[in-house]
C-alpha cells in the first residue's frame, strides 16, 4: 500500500511539473517597448539589393493598428539613392499600438510599442 502512495504521489509531482513547463506564460500580452504619451519615434534602415554595395529603391510602406484595430497606413517615403529610409511614429492616443514596415527589398519590421 506505501508503495502505491509514493508512486502516485511521484506521478502527480510529474503531471504538474510538465503542466508547468508546457503552460503558457501567465502574461499573455504581447511584448512591447514603453513609449511615454507625446513622443515621436524615428525608425531608419536601409535597402539590401542582388549585390553587395547595391541597394534597392522605391518607397517604404509603414502601418499600424491602434489596440488591435484596423490597420491604418502611417507614411510612405521613398528610399533615396542609396536605399536608406526612415518613417518617423507619433501615436495619438494611449495604449497598444504595432508598427509594421514593408522595404522595397521585401523585408518585414514589426515593432510593438505601449504608450502610457
Known sequence: MRRIIT????????????????APSADRGPKSLPLPFHTSVTLTGDTLGSLPGHHRTGHVFATATWNHGV????????????GRWRV???????GFYELRILTPDAAVFQYAFTVH
Open 71 to 82: 490597420r491604418y497606413v502611417v507614411g510612405t517615403p521613398s528610399t533615396d539613392s542609396l
Open 7 to 22: 508512486v502516485n504521489c511521484a506521478a502527480v509531482a510529474l503531471i504538474l511539473i510538465l503542466m508547468a513547463v508546457a
Open 88 to 94: 518617423r511614429f507619433h501615436p495619438s492616443h494611449r
